[in-house]
């Protein structure tokens, strides 16, 4: 699948991340799995068509944003930003994430063990 630069609307980009994910019974069975594929599937489009009263949620859309990602496609965000007057997002690679927060972790580590040493210090200045 080609996937676009531009999205006329936020259902355009909806879809490409949908269909990207595996398509229309994939995302319906994750987002309605109390429902039978076809009619998940029923619901994700209806969701999709502007003449409908169905809705993605909030919660919804960033889930297709999320397997877009998954997926490669950064359709959804994209969109967002663009309609925003954002520039471009920028996806975060998550090793590099998981990455940047073990550091963080061993930073925090270390400030802890120096806080813990002056108040020791502190404890037995005052105490002597």
Do not use: W
């Amino acid at each position: 699948m080609q996937m676009h630069l531009h999205h006329e609307d936020i259902n355009d980009a909806l879809r490409e991340a949908i269909l990207v994910a595996g398509g229309y019974k994939t995302v319906g069975a994750l987002m309605y799995p109390e429902d039978a594929p076809d009619h998940a599937a029923g619901k994700v489009r209806d969701a999709l068509n502007p003449d409908r009263r169905e809705k993605f949620s909030p919660k919804q859309v960033a889930l297709i944003s999320r397997l877009g990602r998954q997926n490669g496609c950064h359709a959804v965000m994209r969109f967002l930003a663009h309609d925003g007057s954002y520039a471009d997002p920028v996806p975060i690679d998550p090793e590099s994430e998981i990455a940047r927060l073990q550091r963080e972790f061993i930073e925090a580590t270390k400030a802890l063990g120096a806080m813990s040493k002056r108040i020791e210090v502190i404890t037995a200045r005052a105490g002597g």
